[in-house]
C-alpha cells in the first residue's frame, strides 16, 4: 500500500519507469514469500510470542531507516527486509486462528482480514497527509514506528502455545507441500495476491493514462480496499458455507468488472476499484482457511505455503503487468488482470477432485 501511494514520488526521485517500479513490489513480495514460508514450520514448533515480536522488528526497523536519498537498489533491499518481517508475523496471525478454529475458521479469518483492509482503505489518505506535511518517506517511517511499538505490546501478549497432539513434522506431506491438495490453493493465492499488488502500484500510473491527477489513482486504492473491506464483511452474513465454491462464484465476477470496466476506460475508476475489491473480498481469507482446514496437523505450515505462494504471485504479477504497461499502457496491462481473476475460479472449481 505505502509503495502504491507513494508511487509518484517514488517515480520522480528514483527515475522509474513502470517496470522497475512493479520491480518494488516483486523485491517486498519475495521478502514477503520468505518470510511466510519460514514462519510456518516455526509457528508449529517454537513459542510464538518470541516470533511475532521478531517478526514486527524486523519490519519496523526496515521501514523506519528509508531515506528519500536512497537509489533503487537500496530501495529494493529495503523493501525485501520489510517483507520478510511482513511475511512472518502474517503467517502467526493466520496460523493462530486456524489452530483455534479449525474447520470453522473461514468466518473469523475473513473477519480478520476485514480489519486489515481498513488499514490498507486509510493508508493512503494518511500517506498523502503525512507528505504534505513533511517529505514522502515520513509515512514509511511513521508506520516502522508502529510496527516497533506492536513489538513491544506482543512481549506481553499471551499467544497459544504449539499442540503436540496436532503437530506433525513428516516433511513429505506438510513442511515440503507436495500433497496435490494444496495446489489449486496455491494457484487462488498467486493469482489474488497478484492482483492486488498490481492494481495497488499501478493505480496512480492509470489514472494518469486517463488524463486524470495522481491524486485520483490514490483515491481508487483505497475504494478498492473499501470494496474488499465490505465484501469481508458482506460475505460474514452469509448462510451458505464460505468455501472453494464462493470462491469460484467470485473469481469469475471480478474477471468480468476488470475486462469491463478498464477495458471500456471508465474515468470513474474509485467505481471500477471499488467493485473490483467487493467481488474478490473473501478470496484470500477464505483460501487461507481452506489450507488450515486441509493440513490441521500443521496449520502454521499449511498457511505459510499458502501464502507464500501468494507472495510469489506478489513477485510476479506486478513485474509482468508493469511490462505490459510500458510496452501496451497502463489500461491494457491492468485489463490483463481479468485473466488472472479467471484463474482463481478456474483454480477454485478444481479443489473438489483434488481435496
Known sequence: MLVGANQADMARDLGLDLTQTGLLVSALALGIGIGVVGAGPLYDRLPRRPLFAISMSIAGIALVTVSPSMGLARWLVHLAVMGVGIGAYDTLINASIAQRFYERSSRPMTAVHAAAA???MLGPFLAVAISSEGEWTDSFRLTGAAHLGLAGIALIVAFPGPDPR???????????????AMLPLAVIAFAYVGIEAALTVFAEPYANSLGLASQRGGQAISAAWLGLLVGRIGVLGLRTALDARLIAVVGI??????????????????????????????????????????????PGTAAGIAA????????AVPWLTGALGDAFGAPSALVSLAGWSLLIAIAAASTRRLG
Not at 496436532?166 to 496435490?180: F, I, L
Open 118 to 120: 481498513i488499514g490498507a
Open 166 to 180: 496436532r503437530v506433525d513434522t513428516r516433511p513429505t506431506r506438510h513442511a515440503a507441500g507436495v500433497s496435490v
Open 253 to 298: 465476477a471480478s474477471s468480468a468488472l476488470l475486462g469491463v470496466g478498464i477495458g471500456a476506460g471508465l474515468t470513474a475508476i474509485e467505481g471500477v476499484f471499488f467493485a473490483v475489491g467487493l467481488a474478490l473480498g473473501c478470496v484470500y481469507p477464505v483460501m487461507i482457511a481452506l489450507a488450515g482446514q486441509r493440513f490441521p496437523q500443521a
Open 308 to 315: 507464500g505462494a501468494g507472495a510469489l504471485g506478489g513477485f
